[in-house]
């Protein structure tokens, strides 16, 4: 990011009269800040809500003077109000059309670098689809307590047709003035009203006129020469209710102005939209990509490591909604589409959205309820996706039993699936040329797999679990009934992959009918597996949203064609044709070191010291104690090869158990100490460029935070983070202030790359969101886990004030099973070169797979259903029977992007965010550096 000064002219550009004349101009935006969940339940602030709302619509239908108000630029608290009251629905829409009240245009006020692009795309959608049907939303990016804001935000304003965004937390002090120019990326420029002192710096405005005019007074000194005209006081703060004589105190100091004529003051209630009408960026700083500096406001940025469970389940939710179940839903189902459980998703990850809850920086019943939320906008999309995939089977043609994999990214890729195989081996696996595919056995099924003993009428216990042909949901191949030593024996018999099943009922039938019989009998009821294996097999190259055919069956087959791949392990060392990882068995850290010569040594090395913070910000104790090395380790072979091999590492630590402090600070961790055993598992598996690392441990200590650190092939200066729609560059120094230490922590959403241009290392990883370059730019450090102890401490040591209430809280401490994973990919070039996009899809998008043999098939055995080369897809989906395909362009040069189905070349119109035509477009589309589109298709 960068800023470039311009002649000062805040004033200047004024759409009021701000002469001293005529007074300088104070608008007044009555407003609230309406957290939905936050240190109380939704609930609980939802009562206080109906009756700020209630009072609210009372004040302004009687009292013409108080002729404005703000609903915080969220539409969901519309809705969590009219739930209540919903005979209100057409008193707060007479009111949105005639201006006295702005609702919208997000529906939530979102933390934009806790949830990906898209999310933050369907937020404000959302809000603006839902404050049109209530009159209109308020046409203003408005964003006033988000921790930071990402680059490519003006650009996402642009294209819902704003030119005004409203911002507070990480204007850097580069910006002199309470305006500037805010650009994109792409060069998309918005004009950005900086609220200097927060959205609450008209707070509590006095109930006399003389008191109005000397605060105005006291706001211009504080300003001092950041302000050369008008002045923008808002009139709310976090909850508040609306401030009834505002109107009154108004006229009251524009009369004293009037009578003393001394050009003080002219004071306006008004809007946003009022009071920045007609402003432009003439004359004003440029600011160049994203806000994050700490210079006059705290961005909070331990958020991104608080509560690591919480960002975990939102990037598995965002992945298998946007990655999976949306592109598969547009590309198989549209002939049915799935539209109503895809915005029952899409409704759970916006709410969850909101900052206070996607930071996880909220009390712990808050916390329960948005983890619910995203795993049931997860296990939504993960059901759609299975209806996709097996619409896929039905209609490619594939033998009984084979395995159809599907790709529902854009990229073309190898992969590795798993799947069960009747038999004991050997096997041949071949794809649809007839190639045979390396694999490996990973687990022999078969024998005993459920028995239960039961008297009389309990049998209902278990025929209740016979639905058709399944038991237990597994299908039945064949039942048997005999008697032995006066029990019932009864026998199923499960049937093998590609098995036919057979019904259940009968067999329901006479188990009841001898139970009531004689409730004495005694029924023994087991379930046998046939012999089978759990196979993982490497598959050729699947062509992006395309699909590829394999066959499985138990004969020695032919050699494979890629056993210069296959992943192996000889002693302590996994290596494939790309890469080798050798662990030390007396640290459990791993050397890495490609075939093109980047070597690392002594990777993923995990340190864990004293955090004496809170959910908002990381803070060490006063006397910290740090422990960067393990006191026992074993190191054992789990798979060899060839298709994957893996290595585990059981090291144990003692750690600190806990940490000494209370609501205001933490002074030291104590002397005893916690056994910890840390497993840790390596994997390669044949193809692939990275090393996966899954760390996994009981966490039964308090107050710490761990990290994996990773020396560096060469030193660097910054980093370059995967953010929403963008690759954003960062230096090795962040910019502070006297509300928060600049600590050198950052945010990424998927990757993060620290290179020199010619070799560095990326990390992948799943909802891990925190790194920080350190040691002087030669190591990077991956924040695993934060533990703390309150919602927010009063003076923890790197942040002076409380950031919310001092609550003690449980959940934060994550105490439990704590599982982590993430990558280690090094590389010659950057970030683009080493395509970290299709790496971080590799790592997280695994191939889908489904049973093949549809009866009418219309599909040949391999395929691809779409093609979109050449950009990055952030979403394919359906929108009033059309599809729709949104790209966009990380890099710093034109993309040409190639969209065609069966061979043909699409066609269409480019739309923006409110699905109004910009221009037409037809394949191949240029997109500029860091451009974004949206394609309606045919």
């Not at 934060?812 to 996009?837: F, I, M």
Request: aromatic share 6%; proline share 6%; charged share 25%.
């Amino acid at each position: 990011m960068n800023s470039s000064p311009a002649p000062r002219g805040f004033g200047h550009d004024s759409g009021h009269d701000s002469g001293q004349s005529a007074g300088r101009h104070v608008g007044i935006v009555a407003h609230t800040h309406w957290d939905r969940e936050w240190y109380a339940p939704f609930q609980e602030f939802r009562i206080r809500l109906v009756e700020l709302l209630d009072e609210l619509l009372d004040l302004l239908e009687h009292d013409t003077s108080y002729r404005r108000f703000m609903l915080d630029g969220q539409t969901a608290v519309v809705d969590d109000y009219l739930t209540i009251r919903p005979d209100h629905e057409g008193r707060i829409r007479a009111l949105v059309e005639s201006g006295r009240l702005s609702i919208g245009p997000w529906a939530v006020l979102m933390d934009e670098f806790m949830v990906s692009g898209e999310t933050i795309i369907r937020d404000l959608q959302a809000g603006m689809r839902r404050a049109a049907e209530l009159g209109g939303a308020m046409e203003i990016g408005y964003l006033p307590d988000m921790f930071g804001h990402i680059a490519q935000m003006p650009q996402i304003l642009r294209l819902a047709g704003f030119e005004h965004a409203v911002v507070w937390r990480g204007v850097p002090s580069a910006v002199d003035d309470t305006a500037f120019a805010w650009s994109a990326p792409d060069g998309s420029t918005v004009r950005a009203e900086f609220l200097y002192g927060s959205y609450s710096n008209g707070r509590d405005i006095p109930e006399d006129g003389a008191g109005l005019i000397r605060r105005a007074e006291s706001y211009a000194a504080e300003l001092g020469e950041s302000v050369t005209g008008d002045m923008l006081l808002m009139n709310g703060t976090d909850h508040q209710l609306p401030q009834p004589w505002l109107g009154r105190v108004v006229a009251e100091a524009n009369e004293i102005a009037a009578e003393t004529g001394d050009g003080g003051y002219r004071f306006s209630v008004t809007s946003l939209p009022e009071y920045l009408g007609g402003r432009t960026t003439d004359g004003l700083t440029t600011w160049q990509g994203e806000l994050r500096s700490g210079a006059r406001s705290n961005i909070l940025m331990g958020v991104a490591s608080n509560r690591v469970d919480v960002h975990q389940l939102a990037a598995a939710a965002e992945r298998s909604l946007e990655r999976r179940a949306e592109p598969l839903a547009a590309l198989l189902l549209a002939d049915d589409p799935p539209n109503e459980l895809l915005e029952l998703a899409w409704d759970g990850l916006i709410l969850n959205a909101a900052h206070d809850s996607s930071c996880a920086c909220s009390a712990d019943e808050v916390v329960e309820a948005v983890r619910v939320r995203y795993q049931e906008a997860r296990q939504i999309a993960d059901g759609v996706t299975r209806t996709a995939c097996r619409r896929l089977a039905a209609i490619v043609d594939a033998t009984p039993g084979s395995t159809v994999v599907l790709n529902p990214t854009a990229r073309t890729r190898a992969g590795l699936v798993e799947v069960t195989a009747p038999g004991t081996g050997p096997f041949t696996v071949q794809g649809a040329d007839g190639s045979s595919r390396p694999y490996q056995v990973i687990d022999e099924i078969g024998g005993e797999a459920f028995s239960t003993t039961v008297t009389g009428s309990k049998i209902r216990w278990v025929v209740e679990a016979m639905r058709g042909p399944e038991f237990r949901g597994v299908q039945i191949a064949a039942a048997d009934i005999t008697e032995h030593d006066g029990t019932t024996e009864v026998e199923l018999q499960a049937a093998g992959p590609g098995g036919t099943a057979t019904s259940l009922d009968t067999l329901r039938e006479k188990l009841l009918a001898r139970a009531e019989a004689d409730p004495d009998t005694t029924f023994r009821v087991r379930m046998l597996r046939v012999p089978a294996c759990r196979l993982a097999f490497a598959t050729d190259p699947v062509d992006g949203f395309g699909w590829s055919t394999y066959s499985i069956s138990e004969r020695e087959g032919p050699p494979t064609d890629s056993t210069d791949e296959n992943a192996t392990v000889v002693g302590a060392t996994l290596s494939n044709a790309l890469l080798s990882a050798t662990v030390d068995e007396s640290d459990g850290t791993v050397s890495l070191r490609t075939t093109d010569g980047v070597e690392i040594h002594g990777a993923n090395r995990l340190v864990d010291g004293g955090d004496g913070g809170d959910t908002y910000n990381y803070s060490p104790p006063t006397v910290d104690r740090i422990v960067d090395s393990p006191v026992a380790v074993s190191v054992t072979t789990r798979e060899s090869g060839p298709v994957r091999s893996v290595v585990i590492v059981d090291a144990t630590y003692h750690w600190p158990t806990a940490a000494v402090g209370d609501e205001r600070r933490c002074e030291a961790r104590t002397d005893h100490v916690e056994t910890v055993r840390v497993e840790t598992t390596y994997e390669l598996r044949a193809g692939e460029r990275f090393l996966r690392i899954h760390t996994e441990f009981d966490n039964r200590c308090r107050d710490h935070r761990l990290r994996a650190h990773v020396p560096l092939p060469v030193p660097v200066q910054g980093s370059d983070a995967e953010c929403a729609f963008a690759v954003v560059h960062r230096g090795l120094e962040p910019e502070g202030g006297p509300h928060e230490f600049p600590l050198p922590t950052f945010p990424s959403r998927r990757f993060v790359d620290a290179s020199d241009g010619d070799r560095g290392l990326a990390l992948l990883h799943d909802g891990l969101l925190e790194y920080e370059i350190t040691e002087g730019g030669t190591e990077i450090a991956l924040t695993l886990l934060r533990s703390t102890g309150y919602l927010s401490r009063l003076e923890p040591a790197l942040r002076p004030n409380p950031a919310g209430p001092a609550d003690p809280l449980e959940g934060p401490q994550l105490q439990g099973r704590v599982a982590l994973d993430y990558a280690l990919l090094p590389h010659t070039g950057d970030w683009c070169t080493t395509d970290l996009y299709g790496a971080a899809d590799e790592f997280l998008v695994p191939l889908e797979r489904v049973r093949g043999g549809g009866a009418e098939p219309t599909r040949p055995s391999e395929g691809r259903l779409l093609r979109v080369d050449g950009a990055e897809v952030s979403a394919l989906t359906t929108c009033d029977g059309a599809a729709l395909l949104r790209l966009f362009n990380p890099n710093n040069h034109e993309a040409s992007c190639t969209v065609e189905r069966d061979g043909t070349a699409l066609s269409g119109d480019i739309v923006d965010l409110r699905g109004r035509v910009e221009a037409p477009w037809s394949s191949p589309v240029t997109l500029a550096p860091g451009a974004i589109a949206t394609l309606r298709v045919g």
